[in-house]
């Protein structure tokens, strides 16, 4: 079966620094999507990449797919403390999402 | 639009206890997925319901089964709970080619 591998598995970071999240898959990447989980609450899609070498942004966060590496990357630019959360990649096999295990991200001001 | 909405919010039980957890999916969307995700962890799948049926199912007991009524609302029911029932339980929606649509979560807790 298809795992996730998420790294970091935590991350803190001053306002204002950039940072990456990688998740890098067992199998080939067909398509991945990237979530935001507010603490002990429901997940919030921030978007879909469907082909390798694709690159999508939303306000300052930006995610690219490598299908070579079996990875995706998740950049944020000049973080800022509403960034923080959970950042959950996931991938749909078969009617189902299998996600990776999260990585917790902390802003401080 | 209300997107995905999910009752109750917060439930404490007993071991041995029943529960039955509640989803409403999003308007224009026909498909209920149900996921676990324990402390610290992803969620793992439960199962999915279209059209009245469990499409898919993941490696959950049959302590855990559920229901899609013909509104698309969904339930989620877990029988004999045990302590490691514990966790964020959330309700997700989709329809063909869309992404999920995730509900804020049932958080159940067994003592």
């Known amino acids: 079966s298809q795992e996730l591998e998420q790294s970091p598995q935590s991350l803190i970071v001053q306002e204002g620094k950039n940072l990456t999240i990688n998740c890098t898959s067992s199998k080939t990447l067909y398509g991945l999507y990237w979530y935001k989980q507010k603490y002990g609450e429901g997940l919030i899609f921030l978007m879909m990449?469907?082909?390798?070498?694709e690159e999508k942004s939303h306000e300052k966060i930006t995610a690219k797919l490598d299908e070579k590496k079996q990875q995706s990357s998740l950049h944020i630019t000049a973080s800022q403390p509403s960034h923080a959360g959970i950042y959950l990649c996931g991938v749909e096999v078969t009617y189902k999402y299998i996600f990776g295990t999260g990585t917790r991200l902390k802003v401080l001001a | 639009d209300a997107g995905v909405t999910q009752s109750p919010t917060h439930l404490i039980k007993t071991r041995g206890q029943q529960v039955t957890l509640r989803c409403s999916p999003k308007?224009?969307?026909?498909?209920v997925s149900w996921y676990q995700q324990a402390l610290g962890q992803g969620p793992q799948f439960i199962f999915q319901?279209?059209?009245?049926?469990?499409?898919q199912r993941g490696n959950f007991p049959d302590r855990f089964s559920g229901h899609q009524f013909p509104n698309y609302s969904s339930e989620l029911n877990v029988n004999a709970l045990l302590l490691g029932d514990s966790a964020l339980y959330l309700c997700a929606s989709s329809s063909y080619r869309s992404e999920a649509f995730f509900g804020q979560g049932t958080r159940l807790t067994v003592v």
């Open positions: 308007s224009g969307h026909d498909t």
């Open positions: 319901y279209y059209e009245e049926e469990e499409r």
């Open positions: 990449l469907q082909k390798g070498g």
